[in-house]
């Protein structure tokens, strides 16, 4: 049994004062959490955690399984120890373990303190990091919340570590005292504790605090935060308005240390932001990331699907609108940078590239983008131990949903001679389902559903058949945009990166161990139909010994589309095989601008081009 301090007993008996069961969960006394750092350099936290005014009976305390915004399961249980439940007169209760997420406690008597030690050493999004210059807190991964007090302030003590001096950025209220008016918030609002260098900057009565965490100087930071509010500017200027950021500020956590592991996770007034990535070396990436995150404070944090609403601490929401909700910011984000002039054309027409090849990549044939915004709970930092086929028959909602973007923008555009784009679209969904906001703090009172965004879509275009045949096609289909017709528009060409050159698929060979074949191959390849698959020995093709990728690109060389080449290989059973394939044209492609593909620019092209990527 163990003693709680005496400033802990004042606390209880504070908390114990006005205690009326028929009040509401919102006026009842705030679960209080006080949290130390006794051995920093071993990477856990001493949490302490005070709940009073509780309905008689047991009650349930949990560790959350998801965390907002994550879209798949991390059980944060695993890194909790040394729990202890102490009544008001510090006699300490009994505990079981009712599942792996959780603890029962009875006989408390109306009040209890919870203490335990709580382990994390990953600088990312999702997760907990203690060490010697910070604490590094996403909510879900460190604290314990009680079944049924989730409409409960909250506030938090952090206890400075012996020697420090540490500063404290998050989206959490500040008035002297850190609070959230609710678990949702509290669970949304990540907590930077340390040695943080802080910028802060306004555009219009909108106020943005910069904090970063890293290991480059102070004129950096200025430097890098000087394109952060051209950035913070185009994506404004997309919705005409900023969201009313409760806290009455928007905060960046950056954290880039070189034991950071990369990362973006939005929250409603916040982001976190992390990586290897210094400002000297590699800015770029810095931008990127919080031209995707920003993006995300309208979209998916106000204009939010049902499916997210409310987060669920129990299990994993699914989704089928990611291919939005990210995808459509995985659009943005690079187009911000753009228009806010912080890349070139050549830049951008790189990125476009990226996204068709992978709209076009196999797995387009087998999930819709409906479906593979539901594979998220999976793909989504979950870990497998078995074999999936997902190399072959999923594509990331990220992506595949920044393609669907891309379509979608052009595709208003050019039917309406540039009068509609998609920043009409997104504005449309802000005013109607982002801006009315919640009537509880943390809360999306009208959250939208697939249907909803469709019909918006109607609405912007002015006609509902095209809306149901977009989304038939390209969100609930398995169709693919015509983007060179598009993108001509634009004065981009789509062309084939190697022209004329035989393929028999992107084969991948593993040398350990003779030469197999490395990955999965889709029903898409040449190569796919001789019944070739991942871990078969490949001996010869076209009647030459092949010892490596090098022979079989010299044997590609010596052919062209259409001809058939003969292949020898043995499987994984020991079984030997010949077969012929066919080969193909090498189906991949490059978006250049028209003018560095030998072309000349039109003065339409040019319109066309600057309004869509030009500075708002
Ligand atoms: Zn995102």
Redesign the pocket.
């Known amino acids: 049994m163990r003693q709680l301090s005496r400033a802990l007993i004042v606390v209880l008996l504070i908390g114990a004062i006005g205690f009326d069961r028929a009040t509401a969960q919102r006026s009842a006394p705030p679960v209080f959490y006080r949290l130390s750092f006794p051995e920093l350099e071993h990477h856990w936290m001493q949490v302490e955690v005070t709940f009073s005014d509780l309905a008689p009976g047991p009650f349930e305390l949990r560790m959350s399984r998801s965390s907002p915004g994550r879209y798949s399961l991390h059980d944060f249980a695993k890194n909790v120890y040394d729990v202890h439940v102490f009544a008001a007169d510090r006699t300490e209760l009994e505990t079981t373990r009712p599942d792996p997420y959780g603890w029962s406690v009875s006989g408390h008597r109306g009040n209890a303190t919870v203490t335990y030690k709580v382990f994390g050493d990953r600088v990312d999004g999702t997760y907990l990091a203690i060490d010697t210059t910070h604490a590094h807190i996403n909510m879900p991964a460190a604290f314990m919340w009680a079944r049924g007090l989730e409409d409960r302030p909250i506030t938090i003590l952090l206890e400075q570590p012996a020697g420090m001096q540490w500063k404290v950025a998050t989206q959490l209220h500040n008035s002297g005292t850190l609070s959230a008016p609710n678990l949702q918030y509290f669970m949304d609002s990540p907590i930077e504790f340390g040695a943080i260098s802080l910028r802060e900057f306004e555009v219009g009565s909108n106020k943005f605090r910069f904090a970063m965490h890293h290991t480059g100087t102070e004129v950096e930071l200025d430097r890098l935060v000087k394109d952060v509010e051209k950035i913070v500017k185009q994506e404004g200027a997309i919705f005409d308005e900023y969201p009313e950021y409760e806290p009455g500020y928007y905060t960046f956590l950056a954290d880039y240390l070189p034991y950071a592991s990369g990362d973006?996770m939005?929250h409603r007034n916040s982001t976190v932001m992390t990586g290897t990535a210094t400002i000297a070396g590699d800015r770029m990436s810095i931008l990127d990331t919080v031209a995707?995150?920003f993006f995300?404070c309208w979209n998916?944090e106000r204009i939010r699907p049902k499916s997210l609403e409310p987060f669920d601490f129990d299990r994993a929401n699914v989704s089928g609108e990611l291919w939005l909700a990210?995808g459509f910011?995985?659009y943005y984000g690079p187009l911000a940078l753009q228009r806010a002039g912080l890349v070139d054309l050549a830049s951008t027409a790189a990125t476009l590239t990226g996204l068709v090849e992978a709209v076009s990549a196999p797995g387009h044939l087998v999930r819709s983008a409906e479906e593979m915004s539901q594979m998220a709970a999976f793909i989504d930092g979950g870990r497998t131990m078995d074999t999936t086929n997902w190399s072959i028959t999923n594509i990331s909602y990220?992506p595949y949903g920044g393609a669907i973007a891309l379509a979608l923008d052009l595709t208003l555009r050019d039917r309406s001679d540039g009068r509609l784009s998609l920043d009409d679209f997104m504005r449309a969904m802000w005013r109607t389902y982002g801006k009315p906001g919640g009537s509880r703090e943390g809360y999306v009172d009208r959250p939208y559903t697939i249907g909803d965004a469709e019909t918006t879509l109607a609405s912007v275009s002015g006609d509902r058949a095209f809306a149901r045949d977009f989304f038939r096609r390209f969100i609930q289909g398995h169709d693919v945009a015509d983007y060179a017709h598009l993108l001509a528009r634009a004065g981009f060409v789509v062309r084939k990166r190697t022209p004329g050159s035989a393929w028999l698929g992107d084969l991948r060979i593993d040398a350990h161990n003779g030469i197999r074949v490395g990955a999965l191959i889709p029903p898409t390849w040449p190569v796919y139909r001789s019944g070739l698959e991942q871990d078969d020995l490949l001996q010869r093709l076209d009647g030459r010994p092949i010892n490596g990728e090098g022979d079989i690109s010299t044997v590609l060389h010596q052919h062209k589309p259409g001809d058939s080449v003969s292949i020898v290989f043995t499987d994984r059973t020991g079984k030997p095989a010949t077969a012929t394939v066919t080969l193909a044209e090498n189906p991949h492609v490059d978006i250049v601008p028209s003018e560095s593909a030998g072309g000349t620019l039109t003065d339409a092209q040019r319109a066309f081009r600057g309004q869509w990527l030009g500075a708002k």
């Open positions: 973006g939005e995707h995150e995300h998916v990210e910011t995985q990220y």
